[in-house]
């Protein structure tokens, strides 16, 4: 059974563009979440989705959207890029919603931005 | 959602029993505590899970008192590829999402 797959996995940004980071849950699984992790800040929740609609969002600004397809794949977007947006953004997926069991996550993919 | 507490960091020799204690004064009635272990430049990954007394899987073990405002996270005999971050997270049925911690760095020494 696949894993959890983002793409891309390494990308570079310079500051004020804009990014989109793509996140293909296990089969079978309805639930994608997005983390962002900094050296600085640590692992910090961004959004959950289930069934294409967004569940829960972290206290990050509204530069930060996703969206979830109907098939269960999602897609994060930051807009308006800035330094401190450079981090590991890992996306997760379950397959129902709430936090209780297993979380899956994906290997990551590395923003730098300059 | 509750807060966790576990030390920073952690040194143990290859082939030692190793345990990690975390703190957790005001877990909520309905919380679980969630382990999850992290290498450098990828996603943490899920070790075990548990709401009371103990629990074993076939890479760990989770201690919780009956007060439920700690636990300890118990790794058998580690090995040098056990050297990684973990984290301690209570996480509530109703919620839905982790909140993840400083989490404690483990390094096992040859």
């Known amino acids: 059974k696949a894993g959890v797959t983002q793409t891309p996995r390494y990308l570079i940004k310079t500051r004020g563009q804009q990014v989109t980071l793509s996140c293909s849950p296990i089969?079978?699984?309805?639930?994608v979440s997005w983390y962002q992790q900094t050296p600085g800040q640590g692992l910090q929740f961004l959004f959950e989705y289930f069934s294409e609609t967004q569940r829960n969002k972290g206290n990050f600004p509204g530069r930060f959207s996703g969206r979830q397809f109907s098939n269960s794949r999602s897609e994060m977007n930051v807009s308006t890029l800035e330094l401190g947006d450079s981090a590991l953004y890992l996306c997760a997926s379950k397959p129902g919603q709430g936090a209780i069991g297993e979380l899956f996550f994906g290997e990551g993919s590395r923003l730098t931005v300059l | 959602l509750a807060k966790t507490t576990q030390p920073i960091s952690m040194d143990s020799y290859e082939g030692q029993e190793v345990n990690i204690t975390c703190s957790h004064n005001n877990i909520a009635t309905n919380d679980y505590i969630t382990w999850y272990q992290q290498f450098p430049s990828q996603g943490p990954r899920f070790i075990i899970q548990?709401?009371?007394t103990k629990v074993t899987n076939e890479v760990a073990s989770l201690f919780i008192p009956a007060d439920r405002k700690s636990s300890t996270l118990s790794l058998p005999r580690v090995s040098l590829s056990d050297t990684a971050v973990y984290y301690c997270?209570?996480?509530?049925?109703?919620?839905?999402?982790?909140?993840f911690g400083k989490g404690t760095k483990l390094s096992v020494i040859p």
């Open positions: 548990g709401y009371k």
């Open positions: 997270l209570a996480t509530g049925a109703g919620s839905y999402q982790l909140t």
């Open positions: 089969s079978g699984h309805r639930s």
